[in-house]
């Protein structure tokens, strides 16, 4: 199975400041059809998993532009310009090119 | 819009069985792949499976094989998952999603 490695586990910021979460992947995302299924996903506290990213950089159409993913093969990143309060929650990447699917152990960002 | 409503909380004995819904709206059920994932307590997530609901068509996660069984029923665009032999090691909340749409979750505990 692809392995998915975030870091840091946690991030603590002030609003206003700017995120920066890394994910690798264990192989290569690009898969055969030339796409690469890397997304990205928030959690908030008590809630279901909300869609952020996908195909590594592509920001779905609710999610604000202070948001955006970069990266290719196996090394991405997502980055938040800068934080608001409605961004703290628990972000995983996760893999659609490979089965199984699998996801990043997570990266919590706490406020200040 | 896209709505994916799933049924409640269920607790449940050990060595039986249970039978969760994801009801689909807002869009051609028969059209998109419907995943299931499973998320232990305070930890990240694991993805069980899919079902392909225009043929009934399955891939799964190795682990999940003989655990879980994936269905669809067409006329009420509803996906069901059915979880086998439950031990403690089953109790999580379990997720549906449809490209990047999650349900609210199930809450299964198994305890005697």
């Known amino acids: 199975d692809v392995v998915m490695t975030q870091t840091p586990v946690s991030l603590s910021l002030a609003i206003g400041q700017p995120a920066s979460i890394s994910c690798k992947s264990s192989q290569s995302l690009l898969g055969t059809s030339g796409k690469t299924f890397l997304n990205w996903i928030l959690q908030r506290p008590g809630q279901s998993p909300k869609r952020l990213i996908y195909?590594?950089?592509k920001l779905y159409s609710e999610v604000p532009d202070r948001f955006s993913g970069s990266g290719s093969e196996t090394e991405f990143t997502l980055k938040i310009s800068r934080v608001e309060a409605e961004d703290l929650g628990v972000y995983y990447c996760w893999q659609g090119t490979h089965f199984p699917y699998t996801f990043g152990a997570g990266t919590k960002l706490e406020l200040k | 819009q896209v709505k994916l409503l799933q049924s409640g909380a269920a607790l449940v004995k050990p060595g039986a069985s249970v039978k969760m819904s994801c009801k689909a709206s807002?869009?051609?059920?028969?059209?998109?792949?419907v995943s299931w994932v499973k998320q232990s307590h305070g930890k990240s997530l694991e993805w069980i499976g899919e079902i392909y609901p225009n043929s009934g068509a399955t891939n799964f996660n190795e682990k999940f094989k003989g655990k879980a069984t994936l269905t669809v029923d067409k006329s009420t665009s509803t996906a069901y998952m059915e979880l086998s032999r439950l031990t403690s090691e089953d109790s999580a909340i379990y997720y549906c999603?449809?490209?990047?749409?999650w349900g609210q979750g199930t809450l299964v505990t198994v305890s005697s």
């Open positions: 807002g869009y051609t059920f028969t059209d998109y792949w």
């Open positions: 195909q590594v950089s």
């Open positions: 999603t449809r490209s990047a749409y």
